[in-house]
């Protein structure tokens, strides 16, 4: 390039000279840029037909960090429904706009007592003479390479030579990390003719070891100028894997465990953390379980009950525990501040759905400060009366209860959920007014059911003393259901006779039931007044038990599969209730609950509605607050951990609770070894896990399984015939703007029911069918649920074939991303799984 008095000069994103060039100080470039030909007068016109120097100074970088961001980005400006006019029939209100830059729609809905109404709708724009509008995705994933693109406007009648900058920030820290994002060109230079538009383009790359990316950006031109600021979430390129050991240390004894895995370790793999929980009562076990429920992303009948039947254990447990309540109070005052990150509700629910052991990341105190805050009662209070009124909502006409919304009746999940409130009845002092409102419907529904297929299958008996024959699964499972409510809506005439059937028939069969069938009809039978049967059958599966120190108590014979009545965890909580309440046999339950806490995995258990069967089931028993302070010596290795870690964990020791942390640094191959000695006249419950990360380009597909999927991404074309679908290669690549077909293939070899499937997506696509709704195709029914970071399908049930599936995504950014994998698996056996193998998605730039 020769530069000579033709040459162009912006500085500092204005058009200057070579004479104010000649002024600036070297130590005050920050940066000079070249322009020539094609691409100088792309920008700046024939003016710059001789090239172009663009030079940035550090008055430019003071001026920029002084333009106000627009930070509140809400798409609801108010929603006002309660408004009422004065005498005069006037109505006014007042409200904050949001700074979204956007065309917005103003509804209103009006009426009078007569029921006559009235409809007025506008439309309102909010804009700036200068406007900068970013293209960001929805998350960040780490690894990813990713083109941001901002769209510059110019509304005013003149034309506008400016720059633009683009900033990183540490959502937890609020650090600087634009070096780490290898955004260190992130100053453009603009020019914008007239009511025109401009790109400004940013190639970043997302670091590893972030929650969240604040961005800022900002562009200003004269006296006019504008900015956005926002939090992003980054999303893991790992997986979490955990080992565990359950502890159960009988009164006065001493007993040893080793992890093998960690003490003979020669990979490479990356930790997380090593947990050690132990506690003289298995309520505090319960209530660390609480939290998952309470902040289960899904919204199906299910998990919505368990979300009430979370915060309802909660009020329970605190307000009948003075030391409790008290330990939260003192985590309470002793915890930091929360970060910009955990105060956005949006993005802490994706950030736990999609990464939820970031929150290990914290230090003791706010970990303890945040399930403090969760169970603080007024809180719980709330949130309790909306969960129940969002569950009364899912409740149909009839009284019965869908999986998802728009799907059939399900009486199973019905059942389900009467049962678990009649365990709230059980468990709680406080009054029922509530829950009589869903099972003053549920309870009708499930009789009449049971009478329609009774009347059924008598209608072929020739004799009417003749046994009739019952399905164990559904049939023992609604008289277990209706035994929690005899008092509340006694049984009918015709309810009574048809009863008495099914528990004589049960009373002869038992001994050909399943482990769970048994423990039904136990329960079924001792609450119907048949308790020397149900004594029978307790003492029978006493006999039939497997015991060991390591496992304790439990049946060889409770084996998982695809139905929702071959649940090992859901089995083994039933059989603690049936033998603490028949025979009140403790020794059995204390024996019982180890194998319960060896399938405990750190916070929960593995699903939903097993963790709440769980939790039921350590609370039957368990009053003995003793000290594990002064009764409890516990060794890793050589070191004594009593001296150290638990005099940091004082109060909350006394109350015969402790919860011991070691972070990725902390964590060594000698801690594999761990010795408790109990000292206590009480039995000790706890577990030791160890996590560490495995990458998600590590992951094969398994396809070979019971239950498959695989996905397929097509590029969809119009063309003169139609949609035309090309697989994506490397000769179809992709660019921003494309439609591309998620094409998901499920091959079931045999019936499955309550199957989930998460299509995990790259943060450069953006979901077209943004609403969720039940489905049908091809004779499968599916609630489908688009989130920030996947698409998730649901299905009541899969019969045996093969299903194909395909919804539309649109390309947002370009760069190299990660697209995740898929996976498939039972929602409450989530051990029967299957998934797709990781890709890697390019998308090329337009510019």
């Not at 990713?146 to 720059?163: C, E, L, P, R, Y």
């Not at 899904?298 to 447990?317: D, K, V």
Request: net charge neutral; charged share 25%; glycine share 4%.
């Amino acid at each position: 390039m020769v530069v000579d008095s033709s040459t162009l000069y912006i500085i500092d994103g204005e058009v200057s000279s070579e004479n104010d060039f000649s002024k600036i100080n070297p130590s005050d470039l920050v940066a000079i840029d070249f322009l020539t030909g094609d691409r100088a007068k792309a920008q700046y016109g024939n003016k710059a037909a001789n090239g172009v120097i663009i030079i940035t100074t550090k008055k430019a970088l003071e001026v920029l960090t002084q333009v106000k961001a627009r930070k509140n980005l809400s798409e609801t400006a108010f929603f006002l429904p309660d408004l009422k006019t004065d005498s005069k029939g006037k109505v006014s209100f007042n409200f904050t706009s949001p700074e979204a830059l956007t065309a917005w729609k103003f509804r209103l809905l009006a009426h009078n007592k007569d029921a006559v109404s009235g409809y007025l709708e506008k439309s309102v724009i909010t804009q700036k003479e200068l406007m900068v509008l970013p293209n960001f995705p929805r998350f960040f994933r780490e690894k990813d390479t990713i083109v941001i693109s901002a769209k510059i406007s110019n509304i005013t009648a003149d034309t506008k030579t400016g720059i633009a900058s683009l900033q990183f920030f540490d959502a937890v820290t609020m650090q600087p990390i634009d070096a780490k994002m290898l955004n260190a060109k992130n100053i453009k230079n603009f020019t914008i003719p007239a009511y025109g538009n401009t790109t400004a383009n940013w190639t970043i790359t997302i670091p590893d070891g972030l929650q969240g990316i604040q961005y800022k950006i900002v562009a200003k031109s004269g006296n006019f100028s504008d900015g956005e600021e926002s939090i992003l979430p980054v999303l893991t390129n790992t997986m979490l894997v955990t080992e565990s050991i359950p502890i159960w240390v009988r009164e006065n004894s001493t007993k040893e465990y080793t992890f093998e895995n960690l003490k003979n370790n020669t990979s490479t793999l990356k930790n997380h953390q090593f947990t050690l929980e132990y506690t003289s009562n298995p309520t505090w076990l319960a209530l660390q379980s609480l939290p998952y429920l309470m902040e289960y992303e899904h919204e199906c009948a299910e998990q919505t009950f368990a979300r009430y039947y979370a915060n309802a254990l909660a009020s329970e447990i605190i307000t009948s525990n003075p030391k409790i309540a008290a330990v939260f109070e003192n985590w309470k005052k002793n915890g930091k501040l929360n970060s910009k990150l955990e105060e956005n509700e949006e993005l802490k629910s994706l950030i736990l759905a999609e990464t939820p052991w970031l929150n290990d990341a914290q230090s003791e105190d706010e970990k303890k400060k945040n399930l403090a805050l969760l169970f603080d009662l007024e809180k719980m209070k709330t949130s309790q009366e909306a969960t129940f009124q969002k569950l009364k909502q899912k409740q149909k006409s009839s009284g019965a209860f869908g999986w998802f919304d728009g799907g059939n009746e399900s009486e199973y999940i019905t059942r389900h959920i009467l049962a678990g409130l009649g365990h709230l009845e059980k468990l709680s002092s406080k009054d029922t007014a509530d829950i009589d409102k869903i099972t003053k419907t549920g309870v009708p529904f499930l009789d009449n059911k049971f009478l329609e297929y009774h009347k059924s299958r008598t209608e072929n008996l020739k004799s009417s003393n003749k046994l009739i024959w019952i399905n164990p699964y559904s049939d023992l499972h609604y008289l277990y259901t209706r035994s929690f409510y005899l008092e509340k809506y006694p049984l009918s005439d015709t309810l009574k006779k048809a009863a008495k059937l099914y528990l004589e028939t049960a009373k002869k069969d038992w001994l050909n039931y399943s482990i769970y069938e048994k423990g039904l009809a136990a329960l079924t039978l001792n609450r119907f007044g048949e308790k020397e049967s149900a004594k029978k059958i307790i003492e029978s599966l006493k006999e039939t038990a497997s015991n060991n120190e390591d496992w304790g108590m439990y049946w060889i014979a409770n084996k998982a599969g695809w139905y929702w009545y071959q649940a090992p965890i859901e089995t083994q909580a039933l059989l603690i209730e049936a033998f603490s309440e028949i025979n009140n046999d403790t020794k059995s339950v204390d024996a019982m609950k180890v194998w319960l806490l060896k399938n405990k995995q750190t916070k929960n258990w593995p699903t939903t509605k097993s963790t709440t069967e769980a939790i039921y089931a350590l609370l039957m028993q368990g009053t003995d607050w003793l000290s594990v302070k002064d009764n409890t010596v516990i060794k890793l290795g050589d070191e004594k951990i009593i001296t150290k870690k638990l005099v940091e964990n004082e109060k909350e020791s006394e109350t015969g609770y402790i919860k011991l942390n070691w972070k990725a640094d902390e964590v060594k191959k000698e801690m594999a070894s761990i010795k408790i000695q109990n000292k206590s006249k009480v039995v000790g419950f706890g577990g030791v896990y160890w996590q560490y990360f495995e990458g998600l380009d590590k992951i094969k597909n398994n396809s070979g399984t019971v239950l498959s999927v695989l996905k397929e991404l097509y590029l969809k074309k119009n063309t003169l015939k139609g949609d035309e679908l090309v697989k994506i290669s490397s000769k179809n690549s992709l660019k921003t703007g494309d439609l591309v077909t998620v094409r998901l293939i499920i091959n079931a070899k045999e019936d499955t029911e309550y199957i989930h499937l998460k299509d995990m997506r790259a943060s450069c696509f953006e979901p077209v069918d943004v609403l969720s709704e039940y489905r049908y195709k091809d004779g499968l029914g599916y609630y489908m649920s688009t989130k920030d970071a996947a698409t998730h399908f649901f299905f009541d049930q899969i019969n045996k074939g093969t299903y194909v599936l395909e919804y539309d995504i649109r390309v947002n950014n370009s760069g190299e991303f990660s697209n995740g994998i898929t996976t498939i698996q039972s929602m409450y056996a989530p051990e029967f799984t299957s998934h797709t193998k990781g890709i890697k998605i390019k998308v090329n730039s337009n510019f």
